[in-house]
């Protein structure tokens, strides 16, 4: 069964370093996300993604933050100078169409920042 | 804006029991609802959806829902609750008329008594 891999499953930096977590979403799915879980909490939308530009984006969301889809199957989620605060589960999420909405996850990249 | 609110975030209930998670919506179109399931360390899996055909849907693992448009309503049930039922739940709202993001509730833990 087709599924959304997400690389690495955990990293660890320290505070102030650039972050690049990798997706691999379901090949044909056109629409693209990342969310956010901060540890206990819920599950934040962050971006979405589709014909190679943001559709959408959240207040979470700012400079410090990027996402970029660099070839045919990779969409990656760049945080620069990482903060304490950004330490969370960040899971990467594809839909093959807005009219059903399903999103299928990966399992996740947990990142923390020291 | 679109939102759901779960009622309580922690639901214990003993083997062989009713599941009733609750949860409210909030949406200015007809939205599409869905729960979804998180097993510890794992992604969110669809346990269904709602997508203005059936108001009563069935999913997966035995659980379904029932869409009420009169209260707002999309409490997630299950008859005989089982050890492996055992998890976070969330439910969601998308917009049917677009919108590229699903929004999640703060999530209900299911913990499962034998």
């Known amino acids: 069964e087709p599924e959304v891999t997400q690389t690495p499953s955990h990293q660890v930096t320290q505070m102030g370093q650039e972050v690049i977590l990798r997706c691999v979403p379901i090949?044909?799915?056109?629409?693209f996300y990342w969310y956010r879980q901060i540890l206990g909490q819920k599950v934040e939308f962050l971006v979405s993604f589709y014909n190679n530009e943001i559709s959408e984006k959240s207040e979470i969301f700012d400079d410090q933050f990027s996402v970029e889809r660099p070839d045919g199957s990779n969409f990656t989620l760049k945080i620069r100078s990482t903060k304490l605060e950004d330490s969370a589960m960040y899971f990467c999420a594809s839909s093959e169409s807005l009219r059903t909405g399903e999103l299928f996850f990966g399992e996740g990249s947990r990142l923390t920042v020291l | 804006a679109q939102s759901v609110t779960q009622l309580g975030s922690h639901v214990s209930v003993s083997e062989g029991a009713l599941v009733l998670l609750r949860c409210n919506y909030s949406?200015?179109?007809?939205?599409?609802l869905f729960w979804y399931v998180q097993y510890p360390n794992q992604g969110l899996q669809l346990l269904l959806k709602?997508?203005?055909?059936?108001?009563l849907v069935k999913g997966i693992n035995g659980f379904e829902a029932e869409f009420k448009k009169s209260e707002t309503s999309f409490h997630l049930t299950k008859p005989s609750a089982h050890m492996s039922d055992a998890a976070e739940y969330f439910c969601a709202v998308s917009g049917s008329t677009g919108g590229f993001k699903t929004i999640f509730g703060a999530g209900t833990r299911l913990f499962v008594k034998a």
């Open positions: 949406s200015s179109v007809p939205p599409y």
């Open positions: 090949s044909n799915h056109l629409y």
């Open positions: 709602y997508t203005s055909a059936a108001t």
